[in-house]
């Protein structure tokens, strides 16, 4: 089994910051891209950001120049360092891995979501 936590939601007000936090636990082999995406009410879950095992980077335009995305692999945790949060960024905030178990394939993983409130 694999579980993703997330952690880090809350509410803030526009021009403000939040981090986001996501452990990946279990019997875990290794962990190649994990991300994270966003849903808003009436909307459909869209991308924000993705990092892949070596670093590499992937940012929504809506984002760009305000959140960045980093990892850890030895504690299989995963970030997003959100600053000049707007009312637009309200949303349930998903991480995502692509996760190969102990003996197993590659699968993908979803946390249960973090709200992310962005009002005054």
């Known amino acids: 089994q694999v579980q993703l936590v997330e952690s880090g939601g809350g509410l803030v007000q526009p021009g403000g910051s939040l981090r986001l936090s996501c452990a990946a636990s279990?019997?875990?082999?290794?962990?190649?891209?994990m991300g994270w995406y966003r849903q808003a009410p009436g909307k459909q879950r869209e991308l924000v950001a993705t990092?892949?095992?070596?670093?590499?980077?992937n940012f929504a335009d809506s984002v760009k120049g305000r959140f960045t995305i980093s990892r850890d692999n030895a504690k299989n945790t995963v970030y997003l360092q959100m600053n000049s949060l707007k009312p637009e960024d309200t949303a349930v905030y998903y991480c995502?891995?692509?996760?190969?178990?102990?003996?197993?394939?590659?699968?993908?993983?979803w946390g249960q979501g973090t709200q992310v409130t962005v009002s005054s």
């Open positions: 995502n891995a692509n996760i190969r178990m102990f003996l197993g394939s590659w699968n993908d993983y």
């Open positions: 990092i892949t095992l070596g670093g590499s980077t």
């Open positions: 279990g019997s875990i082999f290794s962990i190649r891209t």
